[in-house]
């Protein structure tokens, strides 16, 4: 009917002809063109309308699915590396500690050899992340746990590794004597120990000397380390500046090892950091206390500590050859690592009995190394003698190098004689010297009151060297 409308109009018919051939109606014609655009435009737009109506139950199905596959996957495939936001739960007697570190419930067996590393693995996820490690801290595979206990025994154990070449780098790296007698400012503690106990990490872990030490690689891996330690506990670890700061540190690591690998078993912080921060720590407030406290005592045990420096044997540590003295060199490292532990805690993710869910919980070292009723009244106080006749029920308490079986392998030998070490080389260089703090929180109490352990602790702390003629 529309086509036989059209063709009974013959002025409709006579426009349309025109339109075709008349170049004067130009501008009607592409007003026809434009209203045929607008007319798909909007057809379009309805048709593409439709579809997306039509594809809203899909597409609520895909985000349905997609939620219920995150949830899946964190529930069940991430269980290895929770996020638990319980509660810490603290053990603080001796026996259920021993079992909570042996097992993944602390009221049922002793748990397999993976299980176990997965309880302790899981806690250390933020070193992971932060470092960029894999050690025995971090690893849940029970063969290169294995592997990396054997090797590092056969570091400490190495024959090369003779204590009176160590001796010589711990002077060496400590303070040059030109330095300590011209500068009457005095200098902050916390730089010289960290630099003395990184520089011999190096040297007894790769055999670096001094004269492949940057000083300024060395600096900045001690203080970089220190602050992605304190970050590494906060929630957020993608800022701005902990990238920057993960950058420079593995920056300052290839300045010293040129050939370092990307891969995480090649980074050298597997083993820097057990060493380093089982040390530091430990030597400062061991050198604060046999240099600046205990004024009755100090001079005893610095005379013990400067003897066994210029004969670092087995023998002398272990104090047989300082017969007059009632205290060794092994007795001092033992009362430094009870009041100042170098792990406070020591964290397990574990099923506690009748949970539906691993928790996390932790063996409180510093209480137990503390408790009164262990210790006796003056468990607060630096005290070596009480080591010449320890009770048993003290040593069960006592895990400064932690307990089985993931016992640090340095416990017997290599750490508390260099503790020894290292605190005897800092007194032969700034033996007779006191001290002063910037800001009053890092005052030194008086001796009834332990050092303070917080990692950012005495920065201000500043050792005054005695005058020499």
Not at 91 to 106: A, E, H, Q, S, W
Not at 237 to 254: D, H, K, M, Y
Not at 404 to 415: I, S, T
Not at 439 to 467: F, H, M, S
Request: charged share 25%.
């Amino acid at each position: 009917m529309r086509i036989s409308t059209i063709s009974e109009s013959p002025t409709l018919t006579t426009k349309l002809q025109n339109y075709s051939t008349s170049s004067n109606h130009l501008p009607d014609s592409h007003h026809l063109a434009s209203n045929l655009k607008h007319k798909s435009s909007v057809a379009s737009i309805f048709d593409l309308m439709l579809l997306l109506l039509a594809m809203i139950p899909s597409m609520l199905l895909w985000v349905v699915g997609i939620c219920v596959a995150f949830y899946l996957h964190r529930r069940y495939i991430l269980v290895k590396i929770p996020r638990v936001a319980k509660p810490t739960l603290l053990y603080r007697d001796p026996v259920r500690c021993r079992d909570m570190l042996g097992k993944i419930n602390p009221l049922g067996n002793w748990s397999s050899a993976g299980a176990l590393l997965q309880s302790r693995a899981t806690p250390n996820t933020r070193l992971v992340e932060v470092f960029g490690i894999d050690n025995p801290f971090t690893t849940t595979q029970v063969a290169y746990h294995r592997q990396f206990l054997k090797n590092t025994r056969a570091i400490l154990n190495r024959d090369s590794l003779a204590w009176e070449r160590v001796r010589d780098a711990a002077l060496k790296f400590v303070l040059p004597d030109k330095k300590i007698n011209c500068d009457s400012a005095g200098f902050l503690l916390v730089p010289i120990v960290q630099n003395i106990v990184l520089k011999i990490s190096l040297y007894a872990m790769f055999e670096l000397t001094d004269d492949e030490l940057d000083d300024g690689d060395i600096k900045l891996i001690a203080e970089t380390i220190n602050s992605l330690w304190l970050k590494s506990k906060s929630t957020d670890l993608t800022g701005v500046s902990v990238c920057s700061e993960q950058q420079a540190l593995r920056g300052a690591l290839r300045g010293i090892f040129p050939e370092m690998g990307d891969a995480p078993r090649d980074n050298p912080l597997n083993l820097i950091l057990p060493a380093y921060e089982t040390l530091w720590r430990a030597v400062l407030r061991g050198f604060i206390e046999v240099s600046f406290r205990n004024r009755d005592r100090r001079s005893e045990w610095q005379s013990i500590l400067l003897k066994f420096l210029a004969t670092p044997t087995q023998a002398s540590f272990d104090g047989k050859s300082f017969l007059p003295h009632k205290i060794s060199v092994r007795m001092i490292a033992a009362e430094t690592l009870r009041l100042y532990p170098p792990t406070r805690r020591i964290y397990r993710q574990v099923t506690l009995e009748n949970a539906l869910e691993p928790q996390l919980v932790a063996a409180d070292i510093e209480y137990m190394h503390r408790d009164p009723r262990i210790w006796g009244e003056d468990s607060l106080s630096f005290n070596p003698l009480r080591w010449e006749n320890i009770a048993q029920t003290c040593l069960d308490a006592y895990m400064p190098f932690g307990s089985r079986p993931f016992v640090c392998p340095a416990e017997k030998a290599f750490g508390p004689r260099m503790i020894g070490i290292l605190v005897a080389a800092l007194v032969s260089k700034l033996e007779g010297s006191s001290w002063m703090a910037e800001e009053q929180q890092d005052a030194i109490p008086d001796n009834c009151t332990p050092l303070k352990l917080g990692r950012d602790c005495y920065r201000t702390l500043r050792v005054l060297p005695r005058k020499k003629d």
